[in-house]
């Protein structure tokens, strides 16, 4: 960021600088740089059922698994240069009353009965009219959701890829598939297909030349669809969007305000034709209505709780005090359908129902010991609200200790189960094994079961899932043993 303190007092606001909390002191301007963050709100519900639990293996079973999709999401729209963000608010374990959803299946049916008895019965299926309500059930399948004007509910299977909760929300923020028989609605992603499984196909389709041919200008518009979060293609490396898709994200932020933690006043003067054409009160700083300039967005005022969003190039202000409120100012790059994910691959989930015993058995362990580990930490909270200062810090830590050991305890009988588990029931265990010790750091473990699993399994797209999986693990195993030369 520029500050220019000529006598005209102009600032100047540049596209790579972000400011935070600007406050006026002495006609001067003060600014702290910071990353664009305009959070929408995700309310996260599990199914669970009869006895309490959460399906014994999965993809999307734990805390921690949520943790991980809403870091790789955020991850993903931060380098692709969104304002937005994901913010998980909370994840909450339904009754059992509801347990017959437990292990439906992730379909457009099972999707429109949920959203009807959940408006229907809203306290019971904790229903967030503030956040997007993101069901789970230990079904098959992968994820569903609407696209607006019924994008407040998504629901999630266990059968889904590292950036599926994200996949989902951007149906939410009004992003279709990239092969959307009707068109995606952007012209800056090329055509595509969801059964193609080489991106040789897309290359001779747009271009009629395999990708190593393409010219890099080429290259990179394959890329951009290919690896798009909206397709169907590069398995656990979908992390682009389009600068379409991104518009077409921001474009819904007005409409759907009530999920976000601040609402966006966006400034585009190029985009903003009936300002620039002196209808100033036209302009209401929606991104389809964006403010001419920085000036103007100033002088609507009324920016408690909103943010203002520069489009990437050169802004100024006016008035001779300089910006005399405390707001944020972020920059950024420049009827209702059904969409789904295709299931890549299948694996059993409720292996507490297995028809080997000892499977069964050391599964039902297992889950009652994953659910005191969550009910540890649950009932510390509760106990800090009337705990001194002092033991707080105490009580924090003794819960955690015995969160972990529940936590130890459940790979143990996980371990367990896999000695007598085979075929794709084993597959399912080794799975939840290799995801267990990467999200506990153990990179060699977790790099080890994902291969016994790609060794071993006939689906193919499994394969390559936990192929990209064991490798991430393997990078990460590395890195962490780099030592620094002594100096």
């Given at each position: 960021m520029f500050l220019n303190k000529q006598k005209n007092k102009h600032c100047h606001f540049y596209s790579q600088k972000i400011i935070k909390h600007l406050f006026i002191s002495f006609l001067i301007l003060f600014a702290v740089a910071v990353e664009a963050n305009i959070p929408f709100r995700v309310s996260i519900k599990f199914f669970v059922d009869a006895d309490g639990d959460r399906p014994t293996a999965g993809d999307f079973i734990s805390n921690a698994d949520v943790d991980d999709q809403e870091q790789l999401g955020n991850d993903i729209l931060k380098t692709e240069k969104s304002e937005l963000r994901i913010l998980v608010t909370e994840i909450i374990d339904l009754p059992t009353s509801l347990s017959a959803f437990s292990d439906d299946p992730v379909n457009s049916t099972t999707l429109a009965n949920i959203r009807r008895l959940a408006l229907l019965s809203r306290t019971l299926f904790q229903w967030r009219t503030n956040a997007i309500n993101v069901y789970v059930t230990g079904g098959t399948g992968s994820a569903i959701a609407y696209l607006p004007d019924r994008n407040d509910t998504?629901?999630?299977?266990?059968?889904?890829?590292?950036?599926?909760?994200?996949?989902?929300?951007?149906?939410?923020?009004?992003?279709?598939?990239?092969?959307?028989?009707?068109?995606?609605?952007?012209?800056?992603?090329?055509?595509?297909?969801?059964?193609?499984?080489?991106?040789?196909?897309?290359?001779?389709?747009?271009?009629?030349?395999?990708?190593?041919?393409?010219?890099?200008?080429?290259?990179?518009?394959?890329?951009?669809?290919?690896?798009?979060?909206?397709?169907?293609?590069?398995?656990?490396?979908?992390?682009?969007?389009?600068?379409?898709?991104?518009?077409?994200?921001?474009?819904?932020?007005?409409?759907?305000?009530?999920?976000?933690?601040?609402?966006?006043?966006?400034?585009?003067?190029?985009?903003?034709?009936?300002?620039?054409?002196?209808?100033?009160?036209?302009?209401?700083?929606?991104?389809?209505?964006?403010?001419?300039?920085?000036?103007?967005?100033?002088?609507?005022?009324?920016?408690?709780?909103?943010?203002i969003v520069l489009e990437r190039g050169s802004h100024s202000i006016t008035q001779t005090n300089g910006i005399n409120s405390n707001v944020d100012i972020y920059s950024r790059q420049g009827t209702a359908s059904i969409d789904r994910e295709k299931v890549l691959y299948e694996l059993p989930w409720r292996l507490d129902q297995s028809k080997n015993p000892a499977v069964s058995e050391a599964a039902k362990n297992a889950k009652r010991e994953a659910k005191l580990a969550r009910k540890v930490l649950k009932d510390a909270e509760k106990d800090l609200a009337t705990t001194s200062a002092n033991e707080k810090k105490l009580l924090k830590k003794q819960a955690k200790e015995k969160s972990k050991q529940h936590k130890s305890n459940v790979t143990e009988y996980l371990l367990e189960a896999e000695k007598y588990a085979a075929e794709r029931e084993k597959h399912a265990i080794q799975m939840e094994l290799a995801k267990r010790y990467r999200q506990s750091q153990n990179y060699k473990l977790c790099s080890e079961y994902y291969n016994r699993v790609a060794e071993d399994t006939e689906q193919i797209n499994l394969k390559e899932i936990a192929l990209a999986r064991a490798r991430k693990c393997l990078g990460k195993l590395e890195k962490s043993s780099i030592v620094e030369p002594e100096l």
């Open positions: 998504v629901l999630m299977g266990q059968a889904i890829r590292n950036t599926t909760l994200l996949h989902e929300l951007g149906h939410s923020y009004n992003v279709k598939h990239t092969h959307d028989p009707d068109g995606d609605g952007c012209s800056d992603t090329l055509g595509d297909n969801s059964d193609w499984t080489s991106i040789n196909q897309m290359a001779n389709n747009s271009y009629g030349v395999n990708y190593s041919e393409l010219s890099s200008s080429q290259k990179s518009l394959v890329d951009r669809t290919w690896y798009n979060v909206l397709s169907y293609h590069a398995g656990e490396n979908r992390s682009r969007f389009s600068p379409c898709q991104k518009d077409r994200m921001s474009a819904r932020t007005s409409p759907d305000a009530h999920y976000l933690t601040k609402t966006p006043r966006y400034v585009h003067p190029t985009n903003s034709v009936i300002c620039s054409y002196g209808v100033p009160l036209a302009c209401n700083g929606w991104f389809i209505l964006p403010y001419p300039d920085l000036q103007s967005a100033l002088d609507a005022g009324n920016l408690a709780g909103k943010a």
